[in-house]
């Protein structure tokens, strides 16, 4: 079955930074990616999302960048705030199946 | 929209007790899906539900674990004999499911501590 792995466990940068999250796929039939957040206490929830009918995708500060050839896909989150701390899951499913597997997150913390 | 509700939010059982798990999806929402989360494992998945049928249970340990939906307005996970490798948040999520929009709805998740 389809295998996502999330290269950085933990990620700190300043605020006003950029900060870069990078996964990857083993499936090529993988056709959709999208990324949740979790804040301290809370539970999982949407940010965005990629179709891999397109290679770029930006929401305000969030561009997700997909590269299907190396099956690799990364969150970068441009001028980053205090609340931008959280963990974060990429995710990906195989076309036609609504089974969605995660990596297994990477926590970012944004330091003053 | 109250969202995905989960009960109970903690549950301690002993080691080889029985342990019940419930989800209310979202109304509407057609996809019901479990999953675990663990420092060491992350997010697994476990099964899912579409129309309170089974479609994927490729996740569940066979033995003890089961999981049912039967109505739309709620799903359960039991955990027979449980032991301390079990304990892990489970987590529910929803989703429209079949449209243009397969974002997941998740609740906020059954902390399972088992002693």
């Known amino acids: 079955g389809e295998k996502v792995e999330q290269h950085e466990s933990t990620l700190s940068v300043r605020e006003g930074d950029s900060a870069v999250i990078n996964c990857t796929y083993t499936?090529?039939?993988?056709?959709?990616f999208p990324w949740y957040k979790q804040e301290a206490g809370k539970s999982l929830h949407f940010v965005i999302d990629?179709?891999?009918?397109?290679d770029r995708k930006q929401s305000q500060r969030l561009i997700v960048l997909l590269d299907k050839k190396a099956k690799r896909f990364s969150l970068h989150i441009t001028a980053t705030q205090p609340e931008d701390s959280a963990i974060y899951f990429c995710a990906a499913s195989i076309y036609g199946n609504e089974k969605i597997t995660f990596g297994a997150g990477t926590k970012l913390t944004i330091k003053p | 929209n109250a969202g995905v509700i989960q009960t109970p939010r903690h549950k301690v059982t002993g080691k080889g007790q029985e342990a019940t798990l419930w989800c209310e999806p979202i109304?509407?929402?057609?996809?019901v899906f479990w999953y675990r989360q663990t420092i060491v494992q992350g997010l697994e998945f476990l099964t899912y539900?579409?129309?309170?049928?089974?479609?994927?249970d490729s996740g569940m340990p066979k033995e003890r674990f089961s999981a049912q939906m039967p109505n739309q307005s709620h799903s359960t996970l039991k955990i027979q004999s449980t032991q301390p490798q079990d304990s892990a948040v489970y987590l529910c999520?929803?989703?429209?499911?079949?449209?243009?929009?397969?974002?997941?709805?998740f609740g906020h998740g059954t902390k399972l501590s088992v002693l």
């Open positions: 499936d090529t039939a993988s056709s959709y």
């Open positions: 109304s509407g929402h057609s996809a």
């Open positions: 999520a929803s989703s429209l499911a079949g449209g243009a929009d397969e974002r997941l709805f």
């Open positions: 539900f579409r129309n309170q049928a089974p479609i994927d």
């Open positions: 990629i179709r891999s009918n397109v």
